[in-house]
């Protein structure tokens, strides 16, 4: 589990911003799953065994796109919809346009 001290020291590489811990529950293998996402840039960390990967490419595209498909909802509402648009940006840019147009109705729709 990552520990509160060690989040007043790190930042986002991308942007220095803060970071915000999210815990997830994986119903299926009955764990929990952590990650951290800027406060400022909405970029998304993974942590793994218990250590961030703070490494701007690491979930980006198409990788970041199914991490959220697979998490979107158990972000706060607040959250999600702030984060939403910035995936929104980001994606325009990096994904192929076709995959694009599936992605923005399948996965930032609510619906
Ligand atoms: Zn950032």
Redesign the pocket.
């Given at each position: 589990m990552i520990s509160q001290d060690l989040l007043y020291i790190i930042?986002?590489?991308?942007?220095?911003?803060y970071?915000e811990l999210f815990k997830f529950r994986d119903f299926g293998k009955q764990t929990i799953m952590e990650s951290l996402v800027?406060?400022?840039?909405?970029?998304i960390y993974r942590v793994v065994d218990d250590i961030p990967v703070m490494i701007t490419d690491d979930l980006s595209g198409e990788k970041e796109v199914v991490f959220i498909k697979k998490w979107k909802q158990q972000f706060p509402m607040d959250v999600w919809e702030k984060l939403k648009v910035k995936l929104n940006e980001r994606w325009e840019k990096e994904l192929p346009k076709n995959l694009w147009k599936i992605v923005k109705e399948r996965v930032l729709n609510d619906d």
């Open positions: 930042c986002c590489p991308a942007c220095k911003g970071l800027c406060k400022d840039c909405f970029k």
